[in-house]
């Protein structure tokens, strides 16, 4: 079983669509995080939720919106977006009372505007 | 701030070389250190971890030492595989694990 899915894989769109990105964790950890990786790999936090509430939201345009619905779900919403937004967006969960465990991410989702 | 800086790379080896990538950090309080690889197409998977001062972590043949006076967490093989490239990042988790923060990663090629 997988711990940490991401839906989808790969997702090509136009500039200005708008477009949702499913995570969905079977750990049983209460945090979660977006992670943004660029071109140059370099790892970005956007967002991170514990037990549905926002706790780390880094400065990201407000384009894009995270929502949970439970502490086992985490998406991404992004809209109208711009070529700059092209990247591989990680999920990720982890446990606070064991955060020394480290995150479990998800594959990625690499998204490519056109 | 918290902060993690590794080395550039890529790094291209021989199989059988010896590896180290540098890995140095900048916290308050005492972090939790982590190593992660990522195979190409792949998320980040866990290689290692130590947790405090002169803790080694150690995974298939893969090490690093918490080094408090260094502020270093270098990550270290004795014998790389071809099967052994990717990207490698150090990360560090604050006293209170609020979130990670990761190195720019290292490119690791291997050839045979």
């Known amino acids: 079983d997988t711990a940490v899915s991401q839906t989808p894989k790969y997702l090509v769109t136009q500039m200005g669509n708008d477009k949702s990105i499913k995570c969905e964790q079977n750990?049983?950890?209460?945090?979660m995080y977006w992670y943004k990786q660029d071109s140059k790999k370099f790892l970005k936090i956007m967002f991170s939720?514990?037990?549905?509430?926002?706790?780390i939201n880094e400065t990201v345009p407000n384009r894009f919106s995270p929502k949970s619905p439970d502490k086992a779900h985490l998406n991404l919403h992004i809209n109208s977006l711009e070529l700059g937004d092209s990247a591989v967006y990680f999920c990720?969960?982890?446990?606070?009372?064991?955060?020394?465990?480290?995150?479990?991410f998800g594959s990625g989702t690499r998204l490519t505007v056109v | 701030g918290d902060s993690v800086t590794q080395m550039e790379g890529p790094v291209t080896l021989s199989e059988e070389a010896f590896l180290t990538i540098n890995c140095t950090y900048t916290?308050?309080?005492?972090?939790?250190l982590f190593w992660y690889v990522q195979y190409p197409g792949e998320g980040l998977q866990l290689l290692l971890k130590?947790?405090?001062?002169?803790d080694k972590g150690s995974n298939k043949g893969f090490e690093a030492t918490y080094r408090k006076e260094t502020t270093s967490f270098h990550l270290e093989k004795g014998s790389v595989q071809v099967s052994d490239s990717a990207v490698y990042f150090c990360?560090?988790?604050?006293?209170?694990?609020?979130?990670?923060?990761f190195g720019s990663g290292t490119k690791l090629n291997v050839k045979p």
């Open positions: 990720a969960s982890s446990s606070r009372e064991y955060a020394m465990g480290g995150y479990t």
């Open positions: 750990l049983g950890h209460d945090t």
């Open positions: 939720y514990n037990n549905k509430e926002l706790i």
């Open positions: 916290a308050t309080g005492y972090p939790s």
């Open positions: 130590a947790t405090k001062a002169d």
């Open positions: 990360a560090l988790s604050p006293y209170n694990f609020n979130k990670f923060y």
